[in-house]
């Protein structure tokens, strides 16, 4: 019912910059939240950012000061801003959005998208 789509991710030296995005399609009544989850080999999926409508961000320790996530809520999307990026920032990282969606019915929901691969070279 609902449809994240990813866009952003990439190759980049430590120190640089990338930006992520993810929009949000479908029989949309209200996002609840929305944002970024990363999963790197071996270890187990984590929060990287979340903005919860309403109330917030949220952000994983281990990049508090070096990334900013933002919603435009007019086009359902979500950006991720990644700075002073290091090798262990690489992951997967997944779109994440807990959404009231429905044709007929709005059912709450938890929807992912497929992942975006950010790499970071040392």
């Known amino acids: 019912q609902v449809h994240l789509e990813e866009s952003g991710g990439g190759l980049v030296q430590a120190g640089g910059s990338l930006r992520l995005s993810c929009a949000a399609s479908?029989?949309?009544?209200?996002?609840?939240?929305m944002g970024w989850y990363r999963q790197a080999p071996g270890n187990q999926r984590e929060l990287v950012a979340l903005?919860?409508?309403?109330?917030?961000?949220n952000y994983g320790d281990s990049v508090k000061g070096r990334f900013t996530i933002s919603r435009d809520n007019a086009k359902n999307t979500v950006y991720l801003q990644m700075n002073s990026l290091k090798p262990e920032d690489t992951a997967v990282y997944y779109c994440?959005?807990?959404?009231?969606?429905?044709?007929?019915?709005?059912?709450?929901?938890?929807?992912w998208g497929q992942g975006t691969q950010v790499t970071v070279s040392s």
């Open positions: 994440y959005a807990d959404a009231n969606a429905g044709l007929i019915f709005n059912r709450r929901g938890e929807y």
């Open positions: 479908g029989n949309i009544f209200s996002i609840n939240s």
């Open positions: 903005s919860v409508t309403g109330s917030g961000t």
